[in-house]
C-alpha cells in the first residue's frame, strides 16, 4: 500500500500536476471560435444548427460564459473547417497574447 504523495499512473504520468479542464482561458475560446466562425462566413445560428447545438449557446461559448466538452470543441473545429489542434493551438496562442 502507498499512503505518501500519489504515485504516477501505471503510463508513469503523473496527473496530479496535470491542470484540469476548468483551467483553460473560456474567453480565448470563444474569440477563437468567433474569429474561425466568421472566417467561414457563418452566422451563430448556422454554426449551431451545423453542430447541432442551441444558438444561444454558441453565443455563450464566444462570450467565454462557458466551458464547452472537447467533444464540442471538436465538432465545432470541424463544422468551420479547422483541424482540432489548429483551434487549440489558436487558443493557447489567444490565450498567452492578452
Request: glycine share 10%; with cysteine.
Amino acid at each position: 500500500m502507498f499512503y505518501g504523495r500519489r504515485s504516477p499512473d501505471a503510463d508513469g504520468v503523473d496527473n496530479e500536476n496535470i491542470g484540469s479542464i476548468g483551467d483553460y482561458d473560456a474567453v480565448a475560446l470563444g474569440r477563437v471560435v468567433q474569429r474561425v466562425r466568421w472566417d467561414a462566413g457563418l452566422t451563430q445560428a448556422q454554426l449551431a444548427e451545423r453542430c447541432d447545438m442551441h444558438p444561444t449557446y454558441v453565443g455563450l461559448i464566444e462570450r467565454g460564459r462557458t466551458r464547452p466538452t472537447l467533444e464540442k470543441v471538436w465538432t465545432i473545429a470541424r463544422q468551420v473547417g479547422v483541424r482540432p489542434s489548429a483551434l487549440v493551438a489558436m487558443v493557447e496562442v489567444e490565450a498567452t497574447h492578452r
